[in-house]
């Protein structure tokens, strides 16, 4: 018997028999949420399940927005910033031992490539800089440029272990801190007076030259060649002073 496709679903059902092979059988698939207990959902199956193929119970993730500067989220994942390598407490520790120079070093913070507290210096300097009528950030990245390849090429040779370059600028960018403070001063006041040019430039340079050839001496392990290491580096930061005061 043949049948059209096209026709009322009630006529269909209504008009069918077991003759016609048109019989219909009971499915034996149940929901599970609709014999879900309460307290016991979805969420208490997958449960389940986790704790059964993992044995532990299901981590909570938490989904607020705030979890990825922080160490919510997915389990043993680092924070957003560790991730950017920023450590905060290494900038501090870095940024007091530049301040104070004759304080005992932590090699052990210097292990790192933390370039966030050196951009930042150089951002500021030549925010100053900019404040004080010089537009100078094309020549202070030129002379940071250049000035970090070089006094790394200067330092591979003169030690034994070596040190990469991304420490060297590094430690370069931190001890950059007392010229960003002779920037500052320049919104106040005119570094080209003879006198106060002279101070005002020595100081810093001296300041960064010391704190900067302390902390490769002491990396390095090359006590005997302070002079050495300290000479080229008073150079470089001659250039940053030169580009601040003029």
Request: with cysteine; charged share 10%.
């Amino acid at each position: 018997m043949a049948h059209s496709v096209l026709f009322d679903q009630d006529q269909a059902y209504a008009g069918s028999n077991p003759a016609d092979g048109l019989e219909f059988y009971q499915s034996q698939f149940t929901d599970p949420s609709a014999t879900a207990t309460a307290g016991v959902g979805l969420q208490g199956s997958a449960d389940e399940f986790y704790a059964s193929s993992y044995g532990t119970a299901m981590p909570i993730v938490e989904r607020s927005w705030l979890a990825a500067f922080g160490t919510g989220g997915l389990p043993n994942e680092a924070p957003l910033m560790e991730e950017l390598g920023i450590n905060f407490q290494h900038i501090k520790s870095k940024t007091l031992a530049v301040l104070n120079p004759f304080k005992p070093l932590d090699t052990s913070i210097y292990d790192d490539t933390d370039m966030a507290g050196p951009l930042l210096f150089i951002l500021v300097l030549g925010t100053f800089l900019l404040l004080s009528g010089k537009s100078q950030f094309g020549y202070i990245y030129g002379v940071a440029l250049f000035g970090t390849v070089g006094i790394w090429t200067i330092l591979n040779l003169m030690s034994q272990g070596g040190i990469a370059i991304m420490h060297t600028a590094s430690i370069l960018g931190y001890c950059l801190l007392p010229i960003v403070v002779l920037g500052s001063i320049g919104l106040a006041t005119d570094l080209k007076t003879g006198q106060i040019a002279a101070i005002a430039s020595i100081v810093p340079i001296a300041w960064s030259t010391y704190s900067s050839a302390t902390m490769f001496v002491t990396v390095l392990s090359m006590s005997e060649q302070r002079l050495l290491v300290a000479y080229p580096i008073g150079l470089f930061y001659t250039s940053f002073a030169l580009l601040t005061v003029f």
